[in-house]
């Protein structure tokens, strides 16, 4: 993960602008073709827009990532970037934070198939890989649109989505210490939660003293923290016991 905004290729299917029907005989249908092919390059230039929002948000913040700024970032026209978002900034934040949620998601669930430990190690090194590749100049995209709103600021939508994000990253957490660890539900619960807030601190903390130090002290912690809870876990309760 370096920042939120990768080599954009867009969909392979870009590649493939024709398409046969059943019984075709050789030769591409061109009008199928051009309306086939307008719609995959519609899609991959709106993905693209929202992957450069996740990266505006990482780097400045909710307040700076206006469309007219996100325009310019990603080298679009005005005029394209609200045809895609007629909801103006409330709907491409929201879109953005939800991307970028869910592919972190993904990576965690990716991380966890290895068990909790391992995987949140990986989970970890990868945030560290990521603020450091960025120069310590990205940090969560998440965090960035839960933090910077007020009742007139718009983007009070995107701190919703951004809510529901941090929770389904704690419930993959919880769920990975409950299923292979035997870690106590409730347990786990409270362990997910302090794992994501130490991590969004951390990535602060990293930002502002241009150093990964308080990443990878968090991580040692986080780690001895999340072992001690499954050797908790495994000893034989007094019922048990007796």
Known sequence: MRGYSPPFDGPKDMRRVGYYDDGHDGSIDSEASVERGTRVQASGARAKMVKGAADMLSRRGLNATTVRELAKHIGTPLGSTYHYFPGGKEQLVSEAVKWAGDELARSLTEYLKMGPVAGLEAFLLMWQVAVADSDFQAGCPVAAASVEFDESTPGRGAATVAAE??????????????????????????????????????????????????????????????????????????????
Request: charged share 20%; hydrophobic share 45%.
């Open 165 to 242: 994000v941090f929770a389904s990253w704690e419930r993959l957490l919880a769920e990975s210490l409950t299923r292979d660890a035997g870690v106590e539900v409730e347990t786990a619960r409270q362990l997910a939660t302090f794992v994501v807030a130490t991590i969004e601190g951390a990535v602060m903390l990293c930002r502002a003293n241009r150093s990964i130090g308080p990443l990878t002290d968090s991580s040692v912690q986080l780690l001895r923290m999340i072992r001690l809870a499954i050797e908790t876990s495994a000893l034989p309760t007094e019922t048990s016991a007796s």
